[in-house]
């Protein structure tokens, strides 16, 4: 069975540091999700990684995937406070043409402080 | 324009009655599911409609019974509603197994 896992569970970090937040998962995947949720709200999609040595950047994030160590990490330059929210990555277990199933990892909850 | 709506956002109801969640996407996406966000946040995939063919359904209890009669539209239908079915119920769409899926605002339901 695919588990997906994420750490820290819970960072609090100050504005301006870096950080890196962790997901492994335990099946072989050629493909990763990152998605951010704000309390209350929706799942919103950051980053679709679809190969090994994949990278993509969007503003203070940064979202890498090495499929041979089963591994992607999210990385967060310079925080600020409107990046505080619950980020989520995903794998899919099944994977066809018509659907993706995907498992979710613990989600990391994330607050920036001022 | 919203692209992926729910209907209710808030649902509060005793054990054992019935209740729906409706789901409709603009987005042209031809696969659609459910989601269920415990309390803790874990997410976890119940259903997933193609153009209107179930394609994956999990372990779920038979009480939850999605219907898709458009590829626009899912619905989750939940008979004898039990405590432990108070949620946050997430739909979702994609365009076909692309994996990048858009979801809704979420419906949660708590059950007294």
């Known amino acids: 069975e695919l588990k997906v896992e994420q750490n820290p569970l819970f960072l609090s970090m100050q504005e301006g540091k870096n950080y890196t937040i962790y997901c492994n998962y335990s099946t072989t995947s050629d493909r990763l999700y990152w998605y951010r949720q704000d309390p209350g709200k929706s799942l919103e999609s950051l980053f679709v990684l679809l190969s090994n040595g994949a990278v993509k950047q969007e503003g203070r994030l940064m979202a890498s995937l090495d499929t041979k160590a089963r591994l992607s990490t999210l990385h967060i330059t310079a925080a600020v406070h409107d990046l505080s929210a619950t980020y989520f990555c995903?794998?899919?277990?099944?994977?066809?043409?018509?659907?993706?199933?995907?498992?979710f990892g613990t989600g990391t909850r994330l607050q920036v402080t001022l | 324009d919203t692209a992926v709506s729910q209907t209710p956002k808030y649902l509060v109801t005793q054990m054992g009655n019935d209740k729906s969640i409706k789901c409709e996407q603009n987005l042209g996406h031809d696969t659609m599911y459910w989601y269920k966000q415990d309390s803790k946040k874990f997410l976890k995939i119940m259903f997933s409609y193609n153009n209107k063919e179930l394609i994956i359904n999990e372990t779920v209890p038979n009480r939850f019974s999605p219907k898709s009669p458009d590829k626009a539209h899912l619905n989750l239908h939940i008979n004898s509603l039990e405590l432990g079915d108070s949620a946050v119920y997430f739909c979702?769409?994609?365009?076909?197994?692309?994996?990048?899926?858009?979801f809704g605002e979420g419906s949660r339901l708590t059950v007294l």
């Open positions: 995903a794998v899919p277990q099944i994977h066809t043409g018509t659907a993706s199933k995907l498992t």
């Open positions: 979702a769409s994609s365009r076909g197994g692309t994996g990048e899926l858009f």
